[in-house]
């Protein structure tokens, strides 16, 4: 289970011009890399070649309604396709549908669908399949592990074959951004009784996109066939293979034996030996998952602010980045990951252990012995560099303890209010890049049980303003709210800040055109031999 | 009615009540990992609601006996229950990956067995010499070698420097190849070790020296010996195969291999407490028949044993 959750906002003018920037700078500085493949002429479709893919994750499920993944989303996606679609630079495009409006009042949200469209069993593309898929996410009847981004629709109404209207209960501006998750994906309703799918669990996804599902077999693979008659441009590969290697190492050998076309997150160790191989090509795409340490706020002395920024003064991270890191990560300069929408800069914490010292004393501190909660291979480094962080803090004079745990364990820990870790590791990715979503840190209804805002911190001013940015429909000033809320939580310090992550694709240099997009997903509809 | 089938009998019935503890140790045992399994089942951003439906539908809103009657009684009917996670019942997931940790293994044993007989037996025959010494080289080599590092280092050279075998996966028999070795090395050294000891002590048996004395050739000698020591090479070899089924998850991991093992361990961070139990159940109940067959083993090695009056 990734913390990876939905629920987005319009990205601003502003946003996209950063993100747009961004990714031109990761693109320079990269490594040999070829971040997108504009420009790029693609050869006619090849009648037998096959792309194989090295991932990491064992898939649990291709129902998309139940994954909770972004690596099994990026499998799905393949097969399946959803009414808007982010593009590279993280700005919502129609996909299968052509346009959208909302209604003044915010509670109508109509879509007009594309025509012409046929699922891979010849079934038309319509309105009621979208009401069928969609129903499916609010129904009830359905496990939706990451489904709270949807829970502001009502209704679903097929008003004509090729219109559909969201009715909401409330005006929702992060509903757009929402629907284009791999959760809301559009199938083929009359493939739900087939092939081993029940309407309950889909275990072979019939959808729309320029692959077909062939077949997945546990623990091994999942393959596609590029779909006969795609209603959009067809890719090179005539087949996709995602094979399923769990093991970095054993990826990076499958990559340099060259049984594999591309791996996602190679060892991060290997980093500097593949980079300078003339075989490989490395691209390390920015995504939306901070990676931070959260801070038992009610916990004294955590419950004092003076403290909290110490541990952000007292922690390197420079020199962790580029020691334990590998220069494959972002340092975070606000609590938004810069691709999220309604970002801003709001400063940093420098690495100044006299300062944090001197703010430990003013807070009556001294030898003061806490526990770090890590998991171990949830994130890049994660174990290695909370043990980084623990030196760090000894300098300070706080002796911080390292503990581990399995990833359910883990995450029931660091829910309980009282549970055995002062400080824990944590990544969170909005998958859909919105700000809104990165909130569900920082509010206090989301406080555990209620949710996921693990450091237990609370403030009133930035909850007004959290609540009034979720109902805001206008960019510029929601962008104005999320802006004073970073500001007020950067300050305040719930998290040691660290860095945002990237996902690390390592491929074959005879392959050109593998992209990404900015939500953790690479994307090779583009890619085929460099001729 | 006595001997063989009051035997085998008297076996299974020890069996079933076995099985019967297992399952109360295992039901227990899951329950006490931390983590809500129907929270982490229904996701975090699931509703306390629908966190309750999934937490009924597992059973988990039942009593401990409760759930051990229940689980108990819809084994009697053959069922291991429902994967939480994948939707699909235990059995067939079991069904699809317990074949591959099998094959691997039988293999696993086969190439610790006949290698590490072989080694055994050829370090006990020149005592002393070059070929005992390396034996005991490769038995410490093979015991100490971690898994995961032997793996890699067979894919780095056979995979990435030869290009010959394939780096993981079971998609051609040669697949199975790197993943044989490294599983079964330890298996080797282990069987060498025991081999070796064991036929040093028969080779000073009276009657290997009478045969010798007879001036019966050498290599018909160690045969005769070979079979007087087979009983605790053979014990080591069933309960070798019997930890090569059960430690296989890293083997499987390095290779991809889409065993049992694997599942396991994801089924276990998935808190999919059905599949769990079903995994831990299946293997109780082939190392108890392992172990069934093992002794039965015995008696048609040496024919002095009588495992029954």
């Known amino acids: 289970m990734n913390i990876a959750q939905p629920a987005a906002s319009r990205n601003s003018l502003l946003g996209r011009a950063r993100i747009r920037s961004a990714i031109r700078l990761i693109s320079v500085l990269a490594m040999g890399v070829t971040a997108y493949a504009s420009g790029q002429s693609m050869p006619a479709p090849s009648p037998n070649a096959t792309l194989t893919i090295g991932i990491g994750v064992d898939l649990d499920t291709v129902d998309p309604a139940q994954q909770t993944t972004t690596t099994v989303q990026n499998v799905i996606d393949y097969g399946l396709q959803t009414l808007v679609a982010f593009d590279t630079q993280g700005k919502i495009e129609p996909l299968l549908a052509t346009s959208w409006s909302t209604s003044k009042d915010g509670l109508t949200l109509t879509f007009h669908l594309r025509q012409g469209v046929k699922f891979h069993d010849g079934t038309p593309f319509n309105a009621d399949a979208v009401v069928f898929c969609l129903d499916r996410l609010i129904s009830g009847k359905v496990k939706v592990p990451i489904g709270a981004g949807f829970r502001s629709m009502k209704s679903i109404e097929a008003v004509n074959p090729t219109t559909v209207a969201i009715h909401l209960k409330n005006p929702d501006p992060n509903l757009v951004p929402n629907l284009s998750i791999t959760t809301a994906s559009i199938f083929s309703p009359s493939s739900a009784t087939k092939d081993g799918n029940t309407p309950m669990n889909i275990v072979h996804p019939v959808g729309t996109g320029p692959y077909e599902f062939t077949r997945w077999t546990k623990g091994s693979e999942v393959v596609y066939t590029r779909a006969d008659h795609y209603w959009g441009r067809e890719p090179y590969y005539k087949t996709v293979d995602f094979k399923i290697i769990p093991e970095a190492n054993s990826r990076e050998a499958g990559l340099l034996a060259g049984q594999l076309d591309v791996i996602m997150n190679p060892p991060i160790t290997d980093l500097t030996s593949l980079s300078s191989n003339p075989a490989v090509k490395l691209l390390k795409a920015p995504s939306d998952r901070a990676v931070f340490i959260a801070i038992k706020v009610t916990r004294p002395p955590f419950n004092n602010e003076k403290v909290r920024q110490a541990l952000n003064y007292a922690v390197d991270k420079d020199a962790i980045i580029k020691n334990v890191m590998f220069n494959s990560v972002n340092p975070m300069d606000s609590p938004f990951p810069s691709s999220l929408s309604g970002y801003c800069k709001v400063g940093a914490y420098p690495y100044d252990p006299a300062k944090a010292k001197q703010l430990l004393s003013e807070a009556g501190v001294k030898d003061l012995k806490i526990t770090l909660g890590s998991p171990t291979g949830r994130y890049i480094q994660d174990i290695q560099f909370a043990q980084a962080v623990s030196g760090y803090l000894r300098k300070v004079g706080i002796d911080a303890n390292v503990r581990t745990m399995d990833w359910p364990s883990y995450v029931a820990a660091f829910l309980q209010k009282d549970g055995p870790f002062d400080l824990h590791v944590l990544g969170w990715a909005p998958g859909a890049l919105d700000g809104q979503t990165q909130l569900q840190m920082f509010t206090s209804e989301t406080i555990p049980p209620k949710g996921l805002n693990s450091s237990f911190y609370s403030d009133p001013k930035v909850d007004k303003l959290a609540a009034a940015a979720a109902l805001n429909l206008d960019d510029k000033s929601r962008n104005q709210q999320l802006c004073q809320i970073q500001k007020d939580v950067w300050q305040q310090a719930p998290w040691i800040f660290l860095w945002s992550q990237t996902l690390v694709l390592a491929y074959n240099s005879k392959i050109t055109g593998v992209s990404y997009l900015p939500n953790e997903k690479f994307l090779t509809m583009d890619a085929h031999p460099a001729f | ?309």
């Open chain 2, 1 to 309: 009615m006595s001997g063989f089938p009051t035997y085998l009998v008297r076996r299974l019935v020890a069996a079933v009540i076995t099985l019967l503890g297992v399952i109360l140790v295992m039901v227990l045992l899951v329950r006490a990992l931390p983590g809500d399994p129907a929270r982490i089942i229904a996701g975090l951003q699931a509703t306390p609601e629908q966190v309750e439906k999934i937490r009924v539908s597992m059973g988990l809103d039942q009593s401990v006996p409760v759930q051990y009657w229940r689980y108990v009684v819809n084994l009697a009917h053959g069922s291991l229950g429902t994967s939480a996670r994948f939707g699909t019942t235990v059995l067939s997931e079991i069904g699809h990956r317990l074949p591959y940790t099998i094959v691997l293994a039988v293999f696993g044993t086969l190439f610790g067995a006949i290698f590490g007989i072989a080694l055994g037996v050829l370090a006990a025959t020149h005592k002393g010499r070059w070929v005992d010494a390396f034996g005991s080289m490769l038995g410490v080599a093979g015991i100490s070698m971690p898994v995961y590092w032997l793996g890699i280092l067979l894919i780095v050279l056979f995979s990435v420097m030869l290009k010959l075998l394939p780096i993981g996966g079971a998609d051609t028999p040669s697949s199975l190849v790197m993943p044989t070795i490294t599983l079964g090395v330890f298996s080797m050294a282990v069987v060498s070790r025991m081999t070796r000891s064991t036929m040093l002590d028969t080779l000073d048996q009276d009657y290997v020296r009478t045969v010798r004395a007879k001036g019966v050739p050498e290599r018909v000698a160690v045969r005769h010996a070979l079979r007087n020591a087979f009983i605790p090479i053979l014990t080591v070899i069933g309960l070798q195969f019997g930890t090569l089924l059960g430690g296989a998850v890293l083997t499987e991991t390095v290779f991809s291999w889409p065993g049992i093992g694997q599942l396991l361990v994801q089924s276990i961070d998935n808190r999919d407490f059905p599949l769990v139990q079903g995994i831990v159940f299946v293997f109780a109940a082939m190392f108890i028949v392992l172990n069934i067959v093992t002794d039965l083993l015995y008696s048609v090695v040496d024919p002095r044993v009588r495992l029954y009056r």
